[in-house]
């Protein structure tokens, strides 16, 4: 009678708990809930696209994306949908494309972009969103080949 009852538990429980995880929109969602949890987004030869996590409905924790290849394309973080922190991008061998900070899915902080070699070409500031402070360009030898300043406002 035990066995009975643990196997009909087991079965109700496997039914009550289940996930119907379906996707709107790029958003994971489960029938009446909101999603938590992981979800990974495929190509079409089956190589990840994407894996994103989410917080009861919300873009939360860490987001990677990827090129067809396998190589990581961008990662970063979001809060409540919004991204934040250092994000990421990745050229196509591997190396850093690209530093962007953001807050409250703003552009702030520091921005960086660097060639395939891994040699600085750009240096940006923004605050909430605006530029700010001075700008360099350099060319692939390290020559400063412009500044600009913007003031703050």
């Known amino acids: 009678m035990k066995t009975l009852a643990l196997i009909t538990f087991l079965f109700v ?3 009550a708990f289940a996930q119907d995880i379906t996707i709107k929109d790029e958003t ?28 009861e409905g919300k873009l ?3 987001a990677v994306k990827y090129y067809e290849s396998g190589q990581k394309m961008e990662s970063g973080q979001y809060e409540n949908n919004l991204k934040f922190g250092m994000w990421t991008r990745f050229h196509k061998n591997g190396t850093v494309a690209a530093e962007a900070s953001y807050k409250n899915d703003k552009k702030d902080g520091t921005w960086m972009v660097y060639s395939e070699k891994g040699n600085k070409l750009f240096q940006m500031e923004y605050r909430d969103g605006e530029k700010t402070g001075t700008w360099y360009q350099w060319d692939e030898a390290g020559n ?3 500044t600009t300043s913007y003031n703050a406002m």
């Open 144 to 146: 400063v080949l412009k």
């Open 13 to 15: 429980g496997s039914i």
């Open 60 to 62: 939360n924790g860490e």
């Open 28 to 55: 994971p969602s489960q029938t009446n809930l909101a999603y938590s949890g992981q979800h990974t987004a495929y190509y079409d030869n089956g190589a990840v696209k994407e894996v994103l996590t989410f917080k």
